[in-house]
């Protein structure tokens, strides 16, 4: 009696397991997300229209959330076309680094999350800094950018 039960068992257990579905190490997807975001960040910084493309799906979200001179809350959506030119429009004679200064990755199947705290610098002189929130999607394979919200603020930023 006991082999037919334990028979059952371990064909359940291999059902159960089988239908999670393979999961890459999380580690490796962790690199792979935290490369899309350096390759964002290097076509942003060659003014590479298609680079910065390359890492985003077809419909983007872009906000940005902040406080004003008054001390308000700001929040306001972006075409990230308009963000795309933008870049891709400053003069040479301009200088601007976005400096990426830590990444906390989590990833769950195809969904993933990356905090990744920056500085932005203008012609070599401290601007603003904050948070940059990306949501990523593996789409067959691919990481791809689907959500990017900002944080910018002048406050806190250079302490060690």
Same mark, same amino acid.
């Given at each position: 009696?006991?082999?037919?039960?334990?028979?059952?068992?371990?064909?359940?257990?291999?059902?159960?397991?089988?239908?999670?579905?393979?999961?890459?190490?999380?580690?490796?997807?962790?690199?792979?997300?935290?490369?899309?975001?350096?390759?964002?960040? $290097?076509?942003?910084?060659?003014? $590479?229209?298609?680079?910065?493309?390359?890492?985003?799906?077809?419909?983007?979200?872009?906000?940005?959330?902040?406080?004003?001179?008054?001390?308000?809350?700001?929040?306001?959506?972006?075409?990230?076309?308009?963000?795309?030119?933008?870049?891709?429009?400053?003069?040479?004679?301009?200088?601007?680094?976005?400096?990426?200064?830590?990444?906390?990755?989590?990833?769950?199947?195809?969904?993933?999350?990356?905090?990744?705290?920056?500085?932005?610098?203008?012609? $070599?002189?401290?601007?603003?800094?904050?948070?940059?929130?990306?949501?990523?999607?593996?789409?067959?394979?691919?990481?791809?950018?689907?959500?990017?919200? $900002?944080?910018?603020?002048?406050?806190?930023?250079?302490?060690?």
């Amino acid at each position: 009696m006991k082999t037919p039960v334990i028979g059952v068992m371990m064909l359940f257990s291999l059902t159960v397991l089988n239908a999670q579905g393979p999961n890459p190490p999380e580690i490796n997807e962790k690199q792979e997300v935290k490369q899309v975001i350096e390759t964002f960040f $290097d076509g942003f910084h060659k003014q $590479d229209s298609m680079i910065m493309k390359s890492t985003l799906a077809d419909k983007v979200v872009l906000q940005t959330t902040g406080r004003n001179r008054e001390g308000k809350t700001m929040f306001r959506t972006e075409e990230v076309s308009k963000l795309i030119s933008s870049i891709t429009s400053i003069p040479d004679s301009v200088s601007f680094q976005e400096k990426l200064t830590s990444f906390s990755i989590q990833v769950d199947r195809t969904m993933a999350n990356a905090w990744v705290g920056y500085e932005f610098w203008f012609n $070599d002189s401290f601007s603003h800094c904050g948070i940059n929130s990306f949501q990523l999607i593996n789409f067959d394979g691919e990481w791809k950018i689907i959500y990017l919200i $900002d944080t910018r603020g002048r406050a806190g930023c250079l302490e060690e």
